[in-house]
T-cell receptor, first 115, second 115 residues
């Protein structure tokens, strides 16, 4: 069990560019989550997958954001036409949801800075 | 919708002193409660969790928390703080009834430890 990994750890981009982040969950975890954390705040839920199905998206997730988990393993989060307000830490978490008492384990995060 | 309040934005304690971090939640049914810790620039590490049963739960690094339904609280405690405990602490609630997936976090409490 190597834990949840995220790549890259840091990303600096210019406004209007597209960026893509990757998350590799703990193996055999069937649920994968994306959260966003801005300075001085707690993480906020963005979206989650059960296996390859995206089951819920927060209203925080504008049309410029898209997430995929094509084979039910790793996931990608893409932000198109980045804006300065997208600057944040993007956290990925995974869990093994066999029943409702699940525990989410977080990765180290990807810190995005949009100039 | 559930919510979490962490009344203390910043707490400073001396090394060796006891610690209590407050957490109040709002949720209409039985909550699932978590404490996570975040070191600067890092992801979140799970300290402890409460699903049901004994209201006093033990976690890693010598931390414990007590669930008090009557006060809607889940305060985190440690009898003797170490310098390495300096970090930001987040309380989170996950709804029960099959929808535990979406964690709602408080804004966090930053802990400073004086030598």
């Amino acid at each position: 069990d190597t834990g949840v990994s995220q790549d890259p750890r840091h990303k600096i981009t210019k406004r209007g560019q597209n960026v893509t982040f990757r998350c590799d969950p703990i193996s055999e975890h069937n649920r994968l989550y994306w959260y966003r954390q801005t300075l001085g705040q707690g993480p906020e839920f963005l979206t989650y997958f059960q296996n390859e199905a995206q089951l819920e998206k927060s209203r925080l997730l504008s049309d410029r954001f898209s997430a995929e988990r094509p084979k039910g393993s790793f996931s990608t989060l893409e932000i198109q036409r980045t804006e300065q307000g997208d600057s944040a830490m993007y956290l990925c978490a995974s869990s093994l949801a066999l029943w409702e008492q699940e525990t989410q384990y977080f990765g180290p995060g990807t810190r995005l800075l949009v100039l | 919708a559930q919510s979490v309040t962490q009344p203390d934005i910043h707490i400073t304690v001396s090394e060796g002193a006891s610690l209590e971090l407050r957490c109040n939640y709002s949720y209409g049914a039985t909550p699932y409660l978590f404490w996570y810790v975040q070191s600067p620039g890092q992801g979140l590490q799970l300290l402890l969790k409460y699903f049901s049963g004994d209201t006093l739960v033990q976690g890693i690094k010598g931390f414990e928390a007590e669930f008090k339904r009557s006060q809607s609280s889940f305060n985190l405690r440690k009898p003797s703080v170490h310098w390495s405990d300096a970090a930001e602490y987040f309380c989170a609630v996950g709804a029960g009834g099959g929808s535990n997936y979406k964690l709602t976090f408080g804004k966090g409490t930053l802990l400073t430890v004086n030598p």
